[in-house]
């Protein structure tokens, strides 16, 4: 998932250049390797990796220093100098979303019969959606709190941007509690780890 985050970095992992990889991210790939196919977990990549393109491509048109890419347990994020305008932070921010939207209908409809590039439509499509949606740290967080600044609220849109998440987050509880009742624990952890994401922003 694309997040975007100040300059932090941590120790404890392997680099490649001012790319982080971290020792859960390697563990946690090493299993999804060995329970689904190559197919799926290279599309799985490929389309990750075209998404945080996306956002690096942003930044070099932006002027946005970019310090490293980090892959954790919980995704890959960009640790970068957060731009001052608003304007910018929202193209940084929807350059992901844009770049996995654009591969996911290109590969549909140019390659329909095609089972790898139906893989990777299918995941270059739930992450582009994943990362719309308006709760931080997602991008599409970021993207309301850049228009709600360019709409001029000013100071007032973190805050606006805060309300609005712990709604959302409120109002789907109860599913994911029912789903993870029902045997399917997936939405109510994913809820669980944007709390716990709120915290520590």
Same mark, same amino acid.
């Given at each position: 998932?694309?997040?975007?985050?100040?300059?932090?970095? !941590? %120790?404890? $992992? &392997?680099?490649?250049?001012?790319?982080?990889?971290?020792?859960?991210?390697?563990?946690?790939?090493?299993?999804?390797?060995?329970?689904?196919?190559?197919?799926?977990?290279?599309?799985?990549?490929?389309?990750?990796?075209?998404?945080?393109?996306?956002?690096?491509?942003?930044?070099?048109?932006?002027?946005?220093?970019?310090?490293?890419?980090?892959?954790?347990?919980?995704?890959?994020?960009?640790?970068?100098?957060?731009?001052?305008?608003?304007?910018?932070?929202?193209?940084?921010?929807?350059? $992901?979303? %844009?770049?996995?939207?654009?591969?996911?209908?290109?590969?549909?409809?140019?390659?329909?019969?095609?089972?790898?590039?139906?893989?990777?439509?299918?995941?270059?499509?739930? &992450? $582009?959606?994943?990362?719309?949606?308006?709760?931080?740290?997602?991008?599409?967080?970021?993207?309301? @709190?850049?228009?709600?600044?360019?709409?001029?609220?000013?100071?007032?849109?973190?805050?606006?941007?805060?309300?609005?998440?712990?709604?959302? &987050?409120?109002?789907? @509880?109860?599913?994911?509690? %029912?789903?993870?009742?029902?045997? !399917?624990?997936?939405?109510? &952890?994913?809820?669980?780890?944007?709390?716990?994401?709120?915290?520590?922003?």
């Amino acid at each position: 998932m694309g997040r975007l985050r100040k300059p932090e970095l !941590n %120790a404890g $992992g &392997l680099w490649f250049g001012r790319c982080f990889l971290s020792a859960g991210a390697v563990f946690w790939l090493t299993l999804l390797c060995m329970r689904f196919s190559g197919r799926l977990m290279s599309a799985v990549l490929l389309s990750a990796a075209l998404h945080e393109g996306g956002h690096l491509w942003a930044c070099r048109l932006c002027g946005v220093r970019v310090r490293a890419v980090r892959i954790t347990v919980w995704g890959a994020e960009l640790l970068l100098e957060e731009p001052r305008r608003p304007l910018r932070r929202l193209a940084v921010a929807g350059a $992901g979303p %844009a770049v996995s939207l654009l591969c996911a209908f290109s590969a549909a409809f140019a390659f329909p019969r095609q089972e790898w590039a139906q893989l990777f439509a299918g995941a270059s499509l739930i &992450l $582009g959606l994943f990362n719309l949606l308006p709760v931080p740290p997602l991008d599409g967080g970021r993207i309301l @709190l850049a228009l709600l600044e360019l709409a001029g609220l000013g100071i007032r849109a973190e805050g606006v941007v805060s309300r609005l998440t712990t709604v959302l &987050l409120a109002l789907s @509880l109860a599913p994911g509690a %029912a789903l993870a009742l029902a045997g !399917n624990p997936s939405l109510l &952890l994913l809820e669980l780890w944007l709390l716990f994401q709120q915290g520590n922003d």
